[in-house]
């Protein structure tokens, strides 16, 4: 079955700090891999995507890394914000396409002042 | 552009009650999906939709039931609520099929059935 692990469940930082979040997953065929952010009370949003041969993707403060062979995701936060503080969601694509995208449980990080 | 928007934000139902969400986006997507989120749990594909007149079941689809009549719009019915059918729900749409391409989620509308 496909499945998509994250850890940990949840994480608090200071503000300023950095952390990473992990993401294992056992879907295959693999496609890409997509990291949203999920605000409180909205929609997820995605921030990056990552193809099969791509190891390291930035969009400003966030960075996500793939290792394809060990199937693991990384998305490391530099410098974090208070704004940071959401839920974090990895989402595996399968080559079926559109109605085959697995969903983690997500990583509730908060930035504490 | 007011991308993908939910109708209504919160509703309460009483068991037995049917009600209708409507999903609307503007950006011309082919392909919008209805899921379920669950506290402890990941979004869930209910249902989904490849174009006008066409839809197909997700992974929970027991109990609901939609429709895809204009390509902007994506209705999910509950024809007989159930306590279990408390949640979030999100709508989402994408442009085509293809993997990379990437979904964009609506707000959300929480519905609780006492």
């Known amino acids: 079955k496909n499945q998509v692990e994250q850890s940990p469940q949840s994480l608090i930082i200071l503000e300023g700090k950095n952390c990473t979040l992990q993401?294992?997953?056992?879907?295959?065929?693999?496609?890409?891999l997509r990291w949203y952010k999920q605000d409180t009370g909205r929609g997820p949003v995605s921030l990056t995507i990552?193809?099969?041969?791509?190891n390291t993707k930035s969009n400003g403060r966030y960075t996500a890394t793939l290792d394809a062979d060990t199937k693991q995701s990384s998305l490391h936060i530099t410098a974090s914000q208070l704004s940071d503080s959401a839920s974090y969601i990895c989402?595996?694509?399968?080559?079926?396409?559109?109605?085959?995208?697995?969903f983690g449980k997500g990583t509730m990080l908060l930035v504490s002042p | 552009n007011a991308g993908v928007t939910q109708t209504p934000k919160f509703r309460v139902l009483k068991t037995g009650q049917s009600m209708t969400l409507l999903c609307a986006q503007d950006?011309?997507?082919?392909?919008m999906y209805w899921y379920r989120q669950d506290p402890g749990m990941g979004l869930r594909l209910i249902h989904y939709s490849v174009g006008e007149g066409t839809t197909a079941k997700g992974e929970v689809p027991d109990g609901y039931n939609v429709s895809r009549l204009k390509k902007q719009n994506f209705l999910l019915g509950l024809e007989s609520a159930a306590p279990s059918q408390t949640s979030v729900y999100f709508c989402?749409?994408?442009?085509?099929?293809?993997?990379?391409?990437?979904?964009?989620f609506g707000p959300g509308t929480r519905l609780t059935v006492l």
């Open positions: 990552m193809t099969f041969s791509e």
């Open positions: 989402v595996v694509i399968t080559l079926g396409g559109y109605s085959t995208l697995t």
């Open positions: 993401c294992n997953y056992t879907v295959s065929p693999f496609s890409n």
């Open positions: 950006m011309n997507h082919e392909y």
């Open positions: 989402a749409s994408m442009w085509t099929g293809r993997q990379s391409n990437e979904q964009f």
